[in-house]
């Protein structure tokens, strides 16, 4: 038989062509849309702070640590908090050693001693994923490894991140990391595998003094919600077209 | 240091003041070396198209050696993207599930376009080649030669025809590949700069301007880096030249001022895209400065305290002010447009590494600094592969790889072959 180049080419060609048009009658899901359609409609879940209530004793962060195993000496961390000290001459002092991990019981500040007498206000703010309504780390992940649920958490697969890095880089919070042992992007996922079976985050149950709760913002009879939906809140840098859904109570203007 | 406390980024990062825990450089010399390779690879093809499009007959010589190299530096532009990778094995993933959101998921894309048009445009300019060496290498028996003719063999890809009308026909090829690849050149680069300006979270990063930046200063780095080459192919001949017929030869004159017009009438278009590109880098330093947004208080003190010595000394003071003065001066020497060829080629070096480091060198809370300590001493696979160790094994692939290239391409002293 002979066969001319044109004539190989042609048949290459067209058999690509033919061999493709049986994939096309499949439809790809994403994640997101197979999240959704397992029914977790009327869910999206939502985080409440109440700054006033934390008294930076770091026991979220060691139950973050300890249930979600990130280990425990590595200096990253899902879940952490900061400590804002703001002296009369209008100055911002910050930390967060470890994350606050251990409590804040120096009262100096980055090897800085600030005297009582100087100090106007002072306060905690614990930080976490904020689950975005428009998550930029989604929206950057070249393989589509992190996605966002039907109800509005934000999770990796751990299976098929590459780890360029890119969505630490696009998140404006600086909640994600790579895990040290997994050696692929890392972040707070409010506790999924509890929160989808009826259990609290294992920072919400640590916290003594109510300042963590997690709650459904579609459900108005939720107490997560009707405070939201009736008090004062607000979220960190809105700036960033995020739209964030953690909310704040009582968050100052010094908050970063 | 047990395996679960090592933590990416934490064994050159310094962290000054306040900075969030999870916040380190994660972005290290391979994301540096990512746009500098790029650009240097579209920039030796732009110049190799100026020959097969526009026919620029004196660069004739350059324009195979260019095109040759560029495919020397085609694997480069993704090795510093594996050696950054926390999972290198998965960069296919890219490939299967390209999420379009993403600036880097188009990236194998663009990239595969690239590559199959330089291979493309190499297969038409060498086919004639192939086919007089299957010829040539006929009748001869010894195992080098079989496996060289098997390999021309092979590339021929059947093709055989070399009467006038299929060389023509070839021509005609390389000069549409050639037409198509400098805007898909300009755009695999112009695209590298997208993946930093979109990135909204990093404020020195995030600006419109960042993608034209990116490729006025790529285009610079190219012609810089082809023009040395040049340079260097040039004297190696007029050496040869004055070796074997005496210093006073009039084919070593001759050399000498072809070589001098070149340089002279490249280096015209690389101080205009020299201009550009700084009048972009310019243009955004004021605006952000004039704006003065949020941001700017922390970026000022990185940019006039923290950094000041790496921009404005380093990057453009020598590597833009200074060779802009070396080549504006009268009396233009090869040996002046050399060092300022150097001092270029390091000048967009610079450029990149304080786009790449100095976006992380401050935190996102805009209360504290990061500094970066490039690992020079390599003791462990993730301090070789981003630290000097793996910049330098980037740096020197593509003249491994164009050594042995060279051998079944060779692409500095034909004869014969008018393409």
Known sequence: ?256 | MTEELIVHGLEWTDKLLFVYPNEFIYWSIQIVMYPYMTGLVAGAFVLSSLYHVFGQKDLKEMARFSLVFSLALLPVAMMPLMLHLQQPLRGMNVMFTPHFTSAIAAFGIVFSTYAVIVLTEIWFVYRQYFVQQTIALKGKEDLASTFKRTLYHVLTLGAYDINEEAVAKDKKAVKIMAAIGIPVAGFLHGYAGFIFGSVKANALWMSPLMPVIFIMSAVVSGIALCMLTYIIIMEWKKLMATLARGRGDESVGKIRGAEMEVIATTSRYLIMFLVAAISLEMLDLIFRGYTAMKSWDILRSVMFEEDFVKIFILQYGMGNFLPFLLLMLPGLTIRRTALALVLVLFGVFMMRWNVVIGGQAFSLSFEGFMHYHLPIIPHNLETFKEGLAGAITVIATPFILFWGINKILPSLNIVDNDL
């Open chain 1, 1 to 256: 038989m002979s066969c001319s180049r044109r004539k190989l080419l042609k048949s290459a060609l067209s058999a690509s062509v033919a061999a493709s048009l049986p994939l096309s009658a499949f439809r790809f899901l994403s994640p997101a849309e197979c999240k959704a359609a397992t029914g977790t409609e009327g869910t999206r879940w939502g985080f409440l702070v109440d700054t006033n209530k934390c008294v930076g004793c770091g026991f979220c962060v060691k139950a973050c640590k300890k249930e979600n195993e990130v280990p425990y000496d590595a200096p990253v961390t899902r879940t952490w908090v900061e400590r804002y000290v703001v002296t009369k001459d209008s100055k911002t002092h910050i930390d967060s050693p470890m994350g606050g991990r251990d409590g804040f019981t120096d009262p100096k500040i980055r090897g800085e001693e600030i005297a009582p007498a100087d100090i106007a206000k002072t306060f905690f703010v614990p930080k976490l994923c904020n689950q975005c309504e428009n998550p930029a780390c989604v929206q950057v992940c070249p393989v589509g490894a992190t996605y966002q649920t039907g109800d509005g958490v934000v999770l990796v697969d751990r299976k098929w991140c590459i780890g360029c890095g890119y969505c630490i880089m696009a998140c404006p919070y600086g909640v994600r990391f790579f895990h040290p042992v997994h050696k692929v992007a890392e972040k707070c996922t409010f506790c999924y595998h509890r929160i989808s079976n009826g259990q609290q985050t294992a920072c919400v149950d640590a916290c003594s003094f109510g300042a963590r709760q997690i709650g459904n913002l579609l459900d108005q009879n939720d107490p997560v919600t009707k405070i939201i939906m009736t008090e004062r809140v607000a979220v960190l840098k809105d700036e960033y077209g995020t739209k964030p859904q953690v909310f704040y109570l009582g968050l100052d203007r010094n908050v970063r």
